[in-house]
C-alpha cells in the first residue's frame, strides 16, 4: 500500500510539474516567434514607407546578396514576367503571387537561406498595386533561445520528477505510519493471544484528525473492548468454576453416601437424599442463569409490544406465593413498551427476590411504575438492610455477594442477570440506598410511540 500510494502520488505530482513545463516552453515559443514577427512587421512598414517614388520591383539593398544576410527584403510582381522578377532570392510561390494580385493577405512562413533559418513575412505592399513586400530575418536566435528553454525545462522536469517521487515516499511514510503500527499490532496480538497491546501515537499525530489518525484511535478502541470482554470471559470462567466448586463437591460426598446406603439408617439415606436433590436443583439453576448471561441480546423475532403493568403485577402476585412472609404492594399506571415478555418478566422476579430475600419478616416491599421526563419508571424498594457503601458499585457484578448475603440462599447472578436483560431492552437498572432505609432498584425504560 505504501508503494502504491507513493507512486501515485508521485506520478500525479510529475504529471502536474510536466504539464506545468509543457505550458512554459508553449508560451516562452510563442513569445519569441510573436516578438519576431513584430520586428518584421515593423520592418516592413518602414521599408514601404522608404521605397515610394524609388524602386519598386527585386531585390531591395545589398543584405540579401550577402551570405548568411541577418535581413533581406524584395519585392514581388502579381506577373512572373514583369520587369525585375529574374533574380529574386527569396523564395516565391503562388501564394506570393496572390498577395501581389490582392486574392490573398498578408501571412508569414518559415524559410531557409544561405542553409539559415529565416522567418518570412509576405504582405500586400501599401500604395503598389499588383506589389507584394517579402520581408525575412534570421531565426537562429530563436530557434537558440527555444532550445536553450526547452533544455532548462527539461532538466528542471527532471528534477522535479526526481523530487516528486522523493516526496511522495515521503508522504507515503508518513501518512501511512500509524497503519504500519496498525499491522504490527495486530501481529504481535496474534502472536501473543494478549490484547492488552495498543498503537502508540506520538502526541503531535494523536492531536491529528485525519482518516488514517481516526482509524489507529479505533482500533485502539476495539483493542479495549476486546481486552475487557477477554477479561469478563475469563472472570465468568474463573467465578463460575469457584462457585461450582462447593455444591459440586457435596453432590459428590452425596452420591458417594448414597452408594454405600446399605450401611446407612433410613435417616441418614432420607437426609443424604433431600441434600443431593437439593445441590442438584441449586447447580441446575446456576448452569441455566449462565446460559442466560451468555445471551448479549434479544431474539428480535420474540420482541413485542408488552403491558408492563400487567407483566408486573402478575410478577408481584407470583412473589406473594413465593414469599409469603413479605407483604408486597403495587402501584403500577397503565404503560406499554417494547421486549420479550418472558425475559421481562425474569428481571421482575430477580428483583422482586431480591428484594424479599433482605427483607425482614412482615416488611414491605414497595413496587410502583410510574412516567417521568418521557420515560417509565419502574421501582423496587424494601426496608431491609440496604446496601453499604462498599457493595454498592458491586451489586450487578456476577457471582458478587455481600456479607449479609453470604448466608443466604442465591449464586450471585441474579441482579447481574437483570442488568443485562435491561441493557438488552434499552432500558437502565441502577441501584441506590433508599431516604429511609432500605434499598431500591430502579429501571427506566424508554415508552413505546403507541403509547406516548
Not at 518559415?110 to 513586400?133: K, N, V
Not at 527532471?158 to 523530487?163: I, N, R, S
Not at 515516499?169 to 505510519?177: G, K, P, V
Request: charged share 25%; aromatic share 4%; hydrophobic share 45%.
Amino acid at each position: 500500500m505504501r508503494a502504491r500510494l507513493a507512486l501515485v502520488t508521485s506520478a500525479a505530482v510529475a504529471l502536474v510539474a510536466l504539464g506545468v513545463l509543457a505550458a512554459a516552453y508553449v508560451v516562452i515559443r510563442y513569445e519569441l516567434v510573436r516578438q519576431l514577427d513584430l520586428q518584421l512587421k515593423q520592418q516592413a512598414q518602414l521599408i514601404a514607407m522608404q521605397s515610394r517614388g524609388g524602386a519598386d520591383t527585386g531585390v531591395l539593398g545589398d543584405e540579401c546578396v550577402w551570405r548568411a544576410a541577418p535581413a533581406c527584403a524584395q519585392v514581388v510582381r502579381a506577373d512572373p514576367a514583369a520587369p525585375g522578377q529574374r533574380g529574386l532570392v527569396l523564395p516565391v510561390t503562388g501564394a506570393t503571387r496572390r498577395v501581389a494580385a490582392g486574392s490573398l493577405g498578408a501571412y508569414y512562413s518559415d524559410i531557409r537561406h544561405d542553409g539559415h533559418p529565416m522567418r518570412m513575412l509576405t504582405t500586400p505592399l501599401p500604395g503598389r498595386e499588383g506589389r507584394a513586400l517579402q520581408v525575412a530575418a534570421r531565426s537562429d536566435t530563436v530557434d537558440q533561445g527555444v532550445s536553450q528553454a526547452g533544455r532548462y525545462l527539461g532538466a528542471v522536469g527532471a528534477v522535479g520528477v526526481l523530487l516528486a517521487a522523493a516526496l511522495g515516499y515521503l508522504a507515503s511514510r508518513t501518512s501511512l505510519r500509524p497503519v504500519t503500527r496498525l499491522t504490527a499490532t495486530a501481529e504481535r496480538i496474534a502472536a501473543t493471544r494478549d490484547p492488552a497491546h495498543r498503537i502508540e501515537l506520538p502526541p503531535y499525530e494523536a492531536r491529528r484528525k485525519d482518516e488514517i489518525t481516526r482509524l489507529a484511535t479505533s482500533f485502539n478502541t476495539m483493542l479495549g473492548e476486546l481486552q475487557e470482554a477477554v477479561a469478563a470471559q475469563r472472570r465468568l470462567v474463573a467465578d463460575a468454576s469457584h462457585e461450582l466448586r462447593t455444591p459440586l463437591t457435596a453432590l459428590r460426598t452425596n452420591s458417594e453416601l448414597l452408594a454405600r446406603a446399605e450401611r446407612l439408617t433410613p435417616a441418614q439415606r432420607e437426609r443424604a437424599a433431600e441434600a443431593l436433590g437439593r445441590q442438584l436443583r441449586e447447580v441446575t439453576g446456576m448452569v441455566n442463569d449462565l446460559i442466560e448471561l451468555a445471551r448479549d441480546e434479544e431474539p428480535r423475532p420474540l420482541v413485542e409490544q408488552v403491558r408492563l403493568d400487567l407483566l408486573a403485577e402478575r410478577c408481584v402476585a407470583a412473589a406473594r406465593g413465593h414469599w409469603p412472609g413479605t407483604v408486597f404492594t403495587a402501584d403500577l399506571a397503565a404503560a406499554t413498551v417494547h421486549g420479550v415478555p418472558a425475559r421481562l418478566a425474569r428481571l421482575l422476579s430477580n428483583l422482586l427476590d431480591n428484594a424479599a430475600k433482605f427483607s425482614p419478616a412482615g416488611a414491605v416491599v414497595e413496587v410502583r411504575l410510574e412516567r417521568a421526563d418521557g420515560f417509565l419508571d419502574l421501582t423496587v424498594r424494601d426496608h431491609g438492610p440496604g446496601i453499604s457503601d462498599e457493595d454498592l458499585p458491586h451489586v450487578f457484578d456476577r457471582f458478587y455477594r455481600s456479607r449479609q448475603a453470604r448466608a443466604l440462599p442465591g449464586s450471585g447472578l441474579g441482579l447481574a442477570m437483570a442488568r443485562q436483560i435491561a441493557h438488552a431492552h434499552g432500558a437502565r437498572l441502577t441501584a441506590e440506598q433508599a431516604g429511609t432505609g432500605g434499598a431500591r432498584f430502579r429501571l427506566r425504560l424508554p415508552v413505546t410511540d403507541a403509547d406516548r
